[in-house]
Structure formats: structure tokens, C-alpha cells
């Protein structure tokens, strides 16, 4: 008698072909990662959230009369407007500044995020997402192999101030190891 009825087989090959196919996946995606670049400007851990300090800053003086202008007017629209279509329009326009648009956007965070009970406001909170995404796409641009953490929950009050903070302590960090970003 055979050890293996031939009716069987077509199945023990297949199952085996299975098998060694999930192992060579699982080898590969074990070499992405390990491969993978490491994120330079990251945040290390919730104590260096907690030390940073949500303060005003100055656009660049590398930036003409009008740009500044421009700026300032992108920012205002994506921290105040009302409409979702020109707060996106206004992150476009800030992502193509580039890394000088940086400190006006955390200004305008500053901003919002220094006013009482400014993240209580779904309207508000929606704002902030808007400015999150416009710095988002500019450290993308500015840093490929670094992009922003994604969002980890829902937005409440909490999780804003802590947002704004991760964008502050990510400038503080860009600028300190990249001083000729201007």
C-alpha cells in the first residue's frame, strides 16, 4: 500500500506550495523592515511632548514682502475659514511655499491653540486638522523618508494640544540638525 493515496496528491502539493510561499513572504516582509530607513525626526517618547512649549513665531526674513503676505493670508484662511474647499486651496498654497511656511503655520496654531477653549469647538478641531495635514504634506515634501505620524484616534481636546506640540517639537528638531534650511 502506498504511504500516500495518489487521491490525495494534488492537495498535499498544493498545501505544501502554500506553506512555502507564506514562508518566503514572511522572510521578505522580515527584510523590508529591518531594511527600512530610520525616521530621524521622530518624537522619542511623551516626555519631550510635555516639554515643549507652544509659543509665537516669526515668518523668515528669507521671505520677500509678498510671499509673507501670501502666507499669512494662506494661514489665516486654513485657520479661520469656514469652508473645507478653502482650506484646502489654502494648505495647496502653503505646501508649495515649502519649509518657509513652517513658522507661520505654528503661529497660526499658536494662535488658536493659546485662545480658551479653543479645541472644545468641532469646527475649531476641524481647523487644526486642516493645518495638520498642510504641515503634513510639507514635511513630506521637505523630509520623504520621514513623513508625520498618522492620527492615532479621534481628535478631542486633548489630542489637539498634543498635536500642536508635535509640530512644534518637529521644527524645533528640523531646524537644530538642518540650519541651512532656509
Known amino acids: 500500500m502506498d504511504p500516500e493515496p495518489k487521491a490525495l496528491r494534488p492537495y498535499v502539493i498544493l498545501s505544501t506550495a502554500f506553506v512555502l510561499l507564506g514562508a518566503i513572504a514572511g522572510f521578505a516582509l522580515f527584510l523590508q523592515q529591518r531594511a527600512a530607513p530610520s525616521r530621524d525626526v521622530t518624537i522619542a517618547d511623551d516626555a519631550a511632548l510635555d516639554a515643549v512649549v ?3 513665531m516669526e515668518p523668515p526674513a528669507s521671505l520677500d514682502a509678498a510671499t509673507r503676505a501670501r ?3 494662506s494661514v489665516e484662511v486654513l485657520i479661520s475659514a469656514p469652508g473645507a474647499t478653502t482650506r484646502r486651496a489654502a494648505g495647496e498654497a502653503l505646501r508649495d511655499v515649502g519649509l518657509a511656511a513652517v513658522p507661520s503655520l505654528l503661529d ?20 487644526l486638522i486642516a493645518a495638520d495635514l498642510a504641515l503634513a504634506r510639507i514635511r513630506l515634501a521637505a523630509t520623504p523618508e520621514s513623513p508625520a505620524d498618522p492620527f492615532r484616534r479621534a481628535p478631542d ?13 518637529w521644527w524645533e528638531r ?6 541651512d534650511w532656509r
Do not use: N
Not at 110 to 119: K, L
Open 71 to 73: 502666507v499669512a493670508a
Open 54 to 56: 507652544i509659543r509665537p
Open 157 to 169: 481636546a486633548a489630542w489637539c494640544v498634543r498635536r500642536v506640540k508635535y509640530w512644534f517639537h
Open 174 to 179: 528640523y531646524t537644530a540638525s538642518h540650519p
Open 108 to 127: 497660526g496654531l499658536h494662535r488658536v491653540a493659546t485662545a480658551p477653549d479653543a479645541f472644545e469647538d468641532p469646527d475649531v478641531r476641524a481647523r
